[in-house]
């Protein structure tokens, strides 16, 4: 099966970022932006040969199992910040205010 790609083209400049050591090449699938390390080169369209028995749900699974690991690791986070201020509140001391003479029915209001 073929699949058509249709996007704009962009080289970038050598050292643009300090670390590239030779010209490179940007695909995007919407015209971007030409900036002064990077310059438009055109349009381009590309037909891709995907196999007929290409499956994308393996990839699409791994993906959702890597966030839910994410989730995992920012609820336990959460979740130790939450126990810690639990454990804050609990080392505080706490002594009842001395009870008072007065009686609330006197209050004028």
Do not use: W
């Amino acid at each position: 099966m073929k699949a058509k790609l249709v996007g704009y083209l962009y080289q970038n400049l050598p050292f643009a970022y300090g670390y590239d050591k030779e010209v490179t090449y940007d695909f995007a699938t919407f015209d971007s932006y030409t900036s002064t390390h990077r310059a438009l080169i055109g349009p381009v369209s590309l037909d891709i040969e995907v196999p007929d028995n290409f499956d994308p749900r393996p990839a699409i699974i791994s993906k959702l199992r890597d966030e839910i690991e994410e989730v995992r690791a920012d609820a336990e986070k959460k979740v130790r910040q939450i126990d810690q201020r639990i454990q804050e509140l609990l080392a505080i001391e706490y002594t009842a205010p001395a009870p008072t003479d007065r009686n609330d029915d006197d209050i004028p209001f």
